[in-house]
């Protein structure tokens, strides 16, 4: 049998839980316009949809024009292409489509001032044929509709088969064996008032890098490998990252029921964490956040940011071996 590379540490993940128990989410952050566009049902199933499908490793996205980055321009693109009616949201038009003419749009929307030379999404091809795949899988089973691909699942997780953790995997963007980007897009949804859940015990927390970064610098995680241990803190590519992300998942059930917070919110506390406070440099020893403004409180009600709030509980915090350990750097378009 092979040796556990990764532990829990379950007295850390309840005292982060219970830190966790008395922070708020601010209610502005969930009527943003993304959420809350003023276009029919459908064109918001295929914005979320789509921007959700080529969500992964963007590093090297930003507008420095808007100061946007990552996710945050994402939004910010596929809002503008709801708006106008793209052809990058008709599954009919990217059902046909050629790599190239793909690619070509998807320059335009993720340039500054629609120079496509500008733009800095990244991975081209491999967003561009996710985004046909998609295309084609949509108009030949579900009548050319996102919703009806939603709606089919009924507002099941798990139903027999026909639950969306069951029938979003035939897609190759949301192939993930477990589930990140099937997850995310179903808290969107959910977040717009565009579906219901009839099964939340079933939900597969949310997990990225900034998240798998976060917990193994609490201590949430303890890497017990030393090999592994090394390669993490060198920043070396793994060919896989399962044992690492496999227990973020396990720390973040664990997390979720002990704080109160719904499994679906990890993402909001500790994503924003990872993306402005504990990334290349740490607020904890550098007193300053990467993000200007800090994602953690544009997300979670705080009266000042001098500090981290998990300093009282994080072992990165006191331990600079923990304070350097990096998220698992693997090839991947599951996240």
């Not at 040796?3 to 839980?17: F, G, M, S, W």
Request: aromatic share 10%.
């Amino acid at each position: 049998m092979e040796k556990d590379q990764t532990a829990l540490n379950i007295e850390v993940c309840r005292e982060v839980a219970e830190k966790i128990k008395g922070l708020k989410l601010r209610t502005d952050f969930y009527n943003r316009e993304y959420l809350n566009l003023a276009v029919d049902d459908e064109t918001k199933f295929r914005m979320n949809f789509f921007a959700v499908a080529i969500c992964h490793q963007t590093y090297t996205l930003i507008n420095k024009r808007l100061n946007l980055f990552g996710w945050d321009y994402l939004e910010h693109g596929f809002t503008k292409l709801a708006k106008s009616n793209s052809k990058l949201l008709d599954p009919n038009f990217l059902a046909s489509a050629e790599i190239c003419e793909v690619v070509a749009l998807l320059k335009i929307a993720f340039s500054e001032n629609g120079n496509p030379e500008s733009c800095t999404l990244d991975r081209l091809d491999e967003r561009a044929d996710l985004m046909i795949n998609a295309g084609k899988i949509i108009c030949s089973v579900y009548q050319k509709s996102v919703g009806n691909l939603i709606q089919s699942a009924g507002g099941f997780l798990l139903q027999n088969g026909l639950g969306l953790y069951e029938i979003l995997p035939c897609f190759e963007a949301f192939s993930d064996p477990l589930q990140k980007k099937t997850t995310f897009l179903i808290k969107l949804l959910m977040e717009a008032n565009l579906l219901n859940i009839n099964d939340p015990a079933n939900f597969i927390p949310i997990m990225d890098y900034h998240m798998q970064r976060v917990l193994m610098r609490l201590g949430c995680i303890e890497i017990i490998d030393e090999a592994l241990r090394q390669k993490l803190t060198d920043r070396q590519t793994l060919p896989a990252d399962d044992a690492v992300r496999s227990r973020c998942i396990e720390a973040f059930r664990l997390i979720a029921g002990i704080s109160g917070h719904p499994v679906t919110k990890m993402n909001d506390f500790f994503w924003s964490l990872g993306r402005s406070c504990c990334n290349q440099t740490t607020l904890c020893s550098n007193k300053t956040c990467e993000k200007n403004p800090c994602t953690f409180t544009q997300i979670i009600e705080i009266e000042n940011h001098t500090h981290c709030e998990f300093e009282p509980v994080c072992k990165g915090f006191r331990d600079i071996d923990y304070r350097n350990l990096w998220q698992p750097v693997i090839e991947t378009h599951y996240y």
